[in-house]
């Protein structure tokens, strides 16, 4: 399968409109949450390096670097989705004829779900680790760059949010232990980046 994180901006949205399974929902959490943390990387460096901001240097730069690879994490996470998604639909091809054969799919078909329900878990987890860094940010960065702070913490939010719907539907089917502990994790991690959005647009309208 060919990356669609390397797809023109147009190509990517013609493909996800259409009748094609991939990209879906999951995919489209991961990359707004890459777009999310890209924002807030553009405030971070629209602060760093400049005196008048310089006593606040260390801390931005160190946000940055985690930034960075949380961004990367979620971008990588557009194609994984893809992937586990076509995971789970060769499971439910497999053949169920026998008593054998249908034990056998459904071990491979919760398997996949399972598999399938870890992509947007690690999207939820990224959302939330880059809200968490938007705060301190959003008060010692550059104030010519507060709007796209804000546009940041919404796009983490809808990330969380989109994130937590995704393994939702997985967890739903498997009724595992893993898959509640998967759920109530999402469900926690995408209420606090709410509580962080909201936290970040207080701090804008401080300054």
Do not use: W
Request: glycine share 6%; charged share 25%; proline share 4%.
């Amino acid at each position: 399968m060919d990356s669609f994180t390397k797809l023109p901006v147009q190509d990517f949205l013609r493909v996800a409109a259409s009748d094609a399974p991939t990209p879906g929902g999951g995919a489209i959490a991961a990359l707004v949450g890459a777009l999310g943390a890209s924002m807030a990387s553009m405030a971070g460096n629209f602060t760093v390096g400049r005196p008048k901001y310089q006593e606040h240097d260390a801390l931005v730069k160190d946000t940055l670097s985690e930034l960075s690879d949380l961004t990367a994490d979620m971008l990588r996470a557009v194609d994984d989705d893809a992937e586990a998604f076509s995971g789970i639909s060769l499971a439910y091809k497999l053949p169920k004829g026998t008593d054998e054969e249908k034990a056998a799919r459904k071990t491979a078909v919760d398997d996949a779900l399972t598999a399938s329900m870890q992509v947007p878990l690690r999207v939820v987890r990224c959302a939330v680790q880059a809200a968490r860094l938007l705060p301190p940010l959003a008060r010692v960065g550059n104030p010519n760059l507060l709007s796209d702070m804000v546009v940041a913490a919404i796009m983490l939010e809808a990330a969380a949010r989109a994130g937590r719907a995704n393994v939702r539907v997985n967890s739903g089917q498997l009724h595992t232990e893993a898959a509640r502990q998967a759920e109530a994790e999402a469900d926690a991690a995408s209420r606090e980046t709410a509580d962080l959005c909201r936290s970040v647009e207080e701090i804008v309208a401080g300054r």
